[in-house]
């Protein structure tokens, strides 16, 4: 229920719109079910209203002139003059029309033999002098009614008319609306995940998410631009028909009327097992495009280690389930919808048959054409919406479904941006006793604690799971601290948003990201206050600009997803200068020098050493050649501080950092 009120707030955010389109829609519908009885005054009034009682009269423009007599039907008679007039009849036997020259007692079974014409109806029996009339005399009678046929189908015409272009004017609406409200629906869900933690995106994969944004917002468009239209015009259709039956028949309406808590029932059912399968299968979709996107990105390695095999048939796996489920919700469909609907049409035409001939045979009521004809189509054009809804029941459990996965993620606890400028800070950074753990009691950092000083740089070394980059994951405040206080120039991080906190400092990441676009715009990220020229000088301070020169545009040259065409240095070398761009006061390398070569690492050395002055920079290498100039070296061991100092102090100490950097030695020699 919470989902559907929130899937109709988002609908009221156009609700001018919505409301136009369903106004459209409901005059489109009424102007169409105005169609029986159109069809009924016609058959009664005009084809089969020439067996109503005539009377003799003067000549006048709606009389008939028969045998040099004047004669007008009784509904366009005053009752007084009626009284005055003598009245003659014209009924039909098989396909001929006869004249009775006087008014009949009853009506009933007829038959015409010798110039008599025999009415019987039960025990009593009648016989009236008939004169049988020709084509043209029949013609004659007919006159009058020819206007009143004209206008009525003119009237008709003109309501298919005028529905027809409602229902394209509402159609179009809805269109709109819909792709307006989907379009709102995934800039919130996209804006949403920027605000997201970190720690979110560890367990689940993107794919899931992409399927969130994608597939499952479009399954709620088709809510508001099929389902919506589909039911709404049903409603509208079914409560015109029922309104139609009344007016011609009650008892028979009310005897129709026993189909809504039918339809309720079945509907009922219906979404009890539809729910269970499509909540399955949107989750089976989102575990395919979870598993695509795996595959693409690790495609080198599927293809270096012959895993096409392992992975296809890994992905037939769910891709099985996802087929069994999709069976099921066939068989469903199949069960609870066009037959079902068909077996409840057939008993309600059975139903209509029933009363008629009872109502006949009994002689209780004597029901015209016209009426059975209304009937009959009312009830064909029942049956149409039912159908309608029940086709749209699939897609009704599967935008129920979407939007409780899409309504899931905007309701994860996201961390409001507060982008507004602070003072630049100088760089003093204080870790405070700092303990921090990814999950419960287990402790990756134990009682962190040290000072880097402005314009110094800071090493961290230890082996892999020592814990060097939680402490950068700290100092950006992707996780929080669980023990402990980081300071930033005396002033603790928690007093900061961490838009803020983030807009001083810059991080060059091992495996550098780069975005579709090109190498400038990769630099800048499109940040106004970064001019080309500055864009420039990132490049030059580097040394960018000489492993770059070969190419064809500079640094004007595009740059596909992940920057796949451009080689391992030249990607860290956009990396470093994207962060020298922002001209951040604290610069975090993270084993940014891992992944290149020697000739390249030695350009980026020779450009660090121009970059760091005046910022504080937090270097984590596994080369220990790389940072023998720094200030301080942190030795880390399973989370914990076990050695610090410059290079030459810890190697006096013949440590941990001593029997590292041997080891490297060995290795080089």
């Known amino acids: 229920m919470i989902k559907n009120n929130r899937?109709?707030?988002?609908?009221?955010?156009?609700?001018?719109?919505?409301?136009?389109?369903?106004?459209?829609?409901?005059?489109?519908?009424?102007?169409?079910?105005?169609?029986?009885?159109?069809?009924?005054?016609?058959?009664?009034?005009?084809?089969?209203g020439i067996e109503k009682s005539w009377y003799q009269?003067?000549?006048?423009?709606?009389?008939?002139?028969?045998?040099?007599?004047?004669?007008?039907?009784?509904?366009?008679?005053?009752?007084?003059?009626?009284?005055?007039?003598?009245?003659?009849?014209?009924?039909?036997?098989?396909?001929?029309?006869?004249?009775?020259?006087?008014?009949?007692?009853?009506?009933?079974?007829?038959?015409?033999?010798?110039?008599?014409?025999?009415?019987?109806?039960?025990?009593?029996?009648?016989?009236?002098?008939?004169?049988?009339?020709?084509?043209?005399?029949?013609?004659t009678f007919y006159e009058p009614e020819v206007d009143g046929l004209i206008q009525l189908m003119v009237l008709y015409f003109v309501l298919l008319v005028i529905a027809s272009f409602l229902h394209y004017g509402q159609g179009y609406y809805l269109q709109v609306t819909s792709n307006r409200i989907i379009q709102r629906m995934r800039g919130d869900v996209f804006s949403h995940i920027q605000t997201l933690p970190i720690s979110y995106f560890d367990n689940l994969p993107a794919g899931k998410?992409?399927?969130?944004?994608?597939?499952?917002?479009?399954?709620?468009?088709?809510?508001y631009v099929k389902v919506l239209a589909t039911f709404v015009s049903s409603i509208i259709y079914m409560t015109g028909i029922y309104v139609g039956l009344f007016l011609l028949n009650v008892q028979l309406a009310l005897i129709c009327l026993g189909l809504v808590p039918i339809l309720f029932i079945w509907f009922r059912v219906y979404r009890k097992f539809a729910t269970d399968y499509n909540q399955r299968i949107r989750s089976l979709v989102?575990?395919?495009?979870?598993?695509?996107?795996?595959?693409?990105?690790?495609?080198?390695?599927?293809?270096?280690?012959?895993?096409?095999?392992?992975?296809?048939?890994?992905?037939?796996?769910?891709?099985?389930?996802?087929?069994?489920?999709?069976?099921?919700?066939?068989?469903?469909?199949?069960?609870?919808?066009?037959?079902?609907?068909?077996?409840?049409?057939?008993?309600?035409?059975?139903?209509?048959?029933?009363?008629?001939?009872?109502?006949?045979?009994?002689?209780?009521?004597?029901?015209?054409?016209?009426?059975?004809?209304?009937?009959?189509?009312?009830?064909?054009?029942?049956?149409?919406?039912?159908?309608?809804?029940?086709?749209?029941l699939a897609q009704l459990e599967q935008a129920r479904v979407a939007s409780q996965r899409v309504f899931e993620l905007l309701d994860k606890e996201g961390i409001p941006l507060n982008t507004k400028e602070v003072p630049k800070y100088k760089g003093d950074v204080r870790f405070e006793h700092v303990s921090f753990a990814y999950k419960e009691d287990e402790y990756v950092l134990k009682d962190i604690d040290f000072e880097a000083k402005k314009g110094e740089t800071i090493a961290l070394v230890g082996h892999t799971g020592s814990g060097?980059?939680?402490?950068?994951?700290?100092?950006?405040?992707?996780?929080?601290?669980?023990?402990?206080?980081?300071?930033?120039?005396?002033?603790?991080?928690?007093?900061l948003s961490r838009q803020q906190l983030r807009s001083n400092m810059g991080i060059v990441l091992q495996d550098p990201f780069l975005f579709t676009g090109t190498i400038a715009?990769?630099?800048?990220?499109?940040?106004?206050?970064?001019?080309?020229?500055?864009?420039?000088?990132?490049?030059?301070?580097?040394?960018?600009?000489?492993?770059?020169?070969?190419?064809?545009?500079?640094?004007?040259?595009?740059?596909?997803?992940?920057?796949?065409?451009?080689?391992?240095g030249q990607r860290q070398l956009i990396s470093f200068a994207r962060a020298l761009a922002f001209d951040p006061t604290i610069l975090i390398l993270d084993e940014a020098t891992a992944n290149i070569d020697s000739e390249t690492e030695a350009l980026i050395q020779e450009a660090l050493e121009v970059v760091k002055k005046g910022r504080t920079t937090f270097v984590i290498a596994h080369r220990l050649s790389t940072i023998k100039e720094a200030d301080q070296i942190l030795?880390?061991?399973?989370?914990?501080?076990?050695?610090?100092?410059?290079?030459?102090?810890?190697?006096?100490?013949?440590?941990k950092y001593y029997q590292m950097y041997q080891l490297q030695l060995n290795r080089s020699a």
């Open 7 to 48: 899937l109709l707030q988002y609908a009221l955010h156009y609700k001018k719109t919505l409301f136009l389109a369903l106004f459209m829609l409901v005059i489109a519908v009424s102007a169409e079910l105005t169609g029986p009885f159109i069809a009924k005054t016609i058959i009664d009034d005009h084809i089969l």
């Open 57 to 139: 009269t003067e000549e006048r423009e709606d009389a008939v002139l028969y045998e040099n007599e004047w004669y007008v039907r009784e509904d366009r008679l005053l009752e007084d003059e009626k009284n005055r007039a003598d009245e003659v009849r014209i009924l039909q036997v098989d396909r001929t029309y006869y004249f009775i020259p006087e008014s009949i007692s009853f009506d009933g079974d007829r038959s015409y033999s010798s110039g008599e014409l025999t009415i019987k109806n039960g025990d009593q029996e009648q016989t009236y002098q008939a004169e049988k009339l020709s084509v043209d005399q029949l013609l």
């Open 209 to 223: 998410i992409v399927s969130r944004i994608t597939n499952d917002t479009e399954a709620i468009r088709e809510l």
């Open 286 to 392: 989102s575990d395919i495009n979870a598993m695509i996107n795996e595959s693409i990105q690790g495609m080198p390695i599927i293809r270096a280690f012959n895993r096409q095999k392992v992975a296809t048939k890994e992905f037939e796996q769910v891709n099985e389930e996802h087929f069994t489920y999709q069976n099921k919700m066939l068989n469903l469909n199949s069960l609870l919808s066009h037959n079902l609907v068909g077996f409840f049409r057939n008993v309600a035409f059975v139903t209509l048959i029933w009363f008629f001939g009872r109502q006949y045979l009994s002689g209780i009521e004597m029901i015209s054409i016209g009426v059975i004809y209304a009937f009959v189509d009312y009830l064909s054009r029942l049956f149409q919406p039912i159908a309608g809804m029940v086709n749209q």
């Open 468 to 495: 060097k980059s939680s402490i950068i994951n700290l100092l950006f405040r992707f996780y929080d601290i669980i023990e402990g206080d980081i300071k930033i120039d005396g002033k603790s991080i928690k007093e």
């Open 521 to 568: 715009s990769n630099v800048s990220l499109d940040k106004e206050e970064i001019t080309r020229e500055t864009v420039e000088k990132a490049l030059k301070d580097v040394g960018a600009d000489k492993i770059l020169k070969d190419l064809p545009n500079g640094m004007d040259e595009p740059v596909v997803e992940k920057g796949s065409t451009l080689s391992s």
């Open 635 to 655: 030795v880390l061991d399973q989370g914990r501080i076990v050695e610090r100092g410059n290079h030459e102090q810890l190697l006096a100490l013949k440590g």
